[in-house]
């Protein structure tokens, strides 16, 4: 099941050569998540627009230009992107559209706006239904750790209350996520160091951090002993303090998988794709990734995190990492194939087990972490969100989420990404804006005329709830006037948002091996 098949390739190739440049020397692990509260998240759009703030103000966060030009060099629609994560392939997607690229965060006149971090500001002047904008605002409840948790746990307890029967198709927890508990609640963390009196180990982990920062081990009661010693000594000093208290860092503790499944000696992990293209109905897909490895063999004992955590970010640290680095990544081709060989009748596998009984797990659980926080995340017609998700298996294949990661990293610097990332972009953005344009001329938005390698996982209609939508969501036939061209533009708004790849070659149609749909959900 190929991401990129070799006829996808040369349709891409000229947006690449184009973006490549720009992508190098970006972060290699997932840079989007917010670290502000998810309380604080979930109140963006309530908030005022005229409470303690100044009109026009730039985001904190984003280093502005120190010329901002006045006007741009051409008519709109227009596009602004702050951040390097994918700027360079989304500005190449943009312009080969004909739009152009607008460097003041203060205008409010933009067709897409694509921010790596985010700020109250630019969800202040976001116009539903005439503009699009990367990352639902408060997409925490889905990203962070305890955002996470706390939707799966409420998930649990409502299934308890309710006949299981009649929720057949949602696992239970301990069926692909790893036991964990919050520390910064007082119950939580009692529970956690009652429980952990064996030689067990367990994986500390900040809410709101990526790239494996802040991540460390207990693997033993010493350390848990010491830990908790830690935790008890930094809550006496806050009490003793004068002054504004400041909570200590929020932080889950996760079972950690001590027994994963090995490629040639070394712990991998799989990242996958979960595109909401929509949220006003909600649209998502699932997108197949690639296999993260890490550079050395695994050993469970070992003190080295490089060992344990398979993220770039990490293994950029191992000095092998550099003349490993085009190993530490497989395509999933590669990785089917691998499983083929080496465990296919050992174990008792179907053929193909990746890309059947593995991926449909994968779409599974993706669709049940959704509809755990599906009530909680803000929705608007023009917001949309890619989320990678970090996947695990153990060495009897039993399949474990490990966490979602908004904003995830869009790196091209080795030759698997620089086949997969363009291609997972490019077609997000054709789906978001076939699902957009749809929506304002008030057409049904299935069947999707750009859906390619991506699939879909969930479409949310008036059928699907069994009732009208609320009426927040009750858009109508928006006008899109900020993605209309413009006097004098050469934009392709009136194509297909396919059309874009028909620049420099002639599109050819997809080669996608069919995976598991899930059912719709009703």
Not at 16 to 40: H, K, P, V, Y
Not at 191 to 211: D, G, M, R, T, V
Not at 337 to 350: A, H, I, W
Request: with cysteine; proline share 4%; hydrophobic share 35%.
């Amino acid at each position: 099941m190929a991401f990129v098949p070799t006829e996808r390739k040369k349709n891409t190739k000229s947006m690449m050569q184009g973006s490549n440049r720009q992508q190098a020397g970006s972060l290699s692990a997932d840079r989007g998540e917010s670290c502000t509260s998810i309380n604080s998240e979930m109140e963006l759009d309530k908030a005022k627009s005229n409470e303690n703030r100044t009109q026009g103000k730039a985001c904190p966060h984003e280093k502005q230009p120190e010329e901002i030009p006045k006007v741009p060099m051409g008519p709109g629609p227009y596009f602004y992107i702050s951040g390097s994560n994918g700027a360079g392939l989304v500005s190449t997607y943009c312009q080969s559209r004909g739009w152009q690229r607008i460097y003041d965060n203060r205008r409010e006149d933009y067709a897409l706006k694509w921010c790596e971090i985010k700020c109250r500001e630019t969800y202040y002047h976001f116009k539903e239904g005439e503009q699009l904008l990367y990352q639902i605002p408060n997409n925490g409840v889905l990203t962070s750790k305890i955002g996470l948790l706390c939707c799966l746990k409420e998930q649990e307890r409502m299934m308890k209350k309710i006949s299981r029967s009649s929720n057949s198709k949602l696992l239970k927890m301990e069926e692909f996520f790893p036991e964990s508990f919050r520390l910064d609640l007082k119950d939580e963390r009692n529970a956690f160091f009652e429980l952990c009196k064996e030689n067990q180990i367990w994986i500390c982990k900040p809410s709101c951090s990526n790239q494996g920062r802040g991540i460390f081990l207990l693997k033993n009661p010493a350390a848990v002993n010491s830990f908790q010693a830690t935790l008890h000594s930094t809550g006496e000093d806050l009490l003793s303090k004068r002054g504004p208290y400041k909570a200590p860092q929020a932080r889950i503790v996760q079972r950690y998988i001590h027994q994963p499944l090995l490629l040639e000696g070394k712990k991998f992990d799989v990242r996958s794709y979960l595109l909401i293209a929509c949220t006003a109905p909600y649209v998502l897909l699932f997108a197949q990734g690639y296999v993260r490895l890490t550079c050395v063999n695994y050993d469970a004992a070992s003190d080295d995190l490089t060992v344990h955590l398979t993220n770039q970010y990490m293994q950029k640290k191992n000095s092998l990492y550099s003349q490993l680095k085009d190993e530490t990544v497989w395509r999933m081709e590669h990785f089917n194939s691998y499983v083929n060989e080496k465990f296919r009748k050992t174990n008792g596998l179907p053929k193909d087990w990746v890309f059947t009984v593995f991926t449909k797990r994968m779409q599974q659980i993706m669709l049940q972490c959704f509809l755990a926080a599906k009530h909680k995340l803000d929705r608007k017609l023009g917001y949309f969100d890619l989320i990678g998700c970090d996947f695990l298996i153990d060495e009897n294949f039993k399949v474990w989420l490990l966490e979602m990661n908004a904003n995830p990293a869009l790196h091209t610097n080795c030759k698997v990404l620089r086949d997969i990332i363009p291609t997972l972009v490019y077609e997000s953005l054709d789906l978001v804006l076939e699902v957009f344009n749809k929506r304002l001329k008030g057409q049904s938005v299935l069947p999707l005329q750009t859906l390619c390698h991506f699939v879909l996982l969930y479409h949310e209609d008036a059928a699907d709830l069994g009732q009208e939508q609320p009426s927040k969501l009750r858009t109508g036939l928006r006008t899109g006037r900020f993605l209309r061209p413009q006097a004098g533009s050469t934009s392709h708004f009136g194509q297909s948002p396919a059309k874009v790849l028909e620049n420099s070659s002639k599109k050819l149609g997809c080669s996608r091996r069919k995976v598991a749909l899930l059912p719709r959900k009703n």
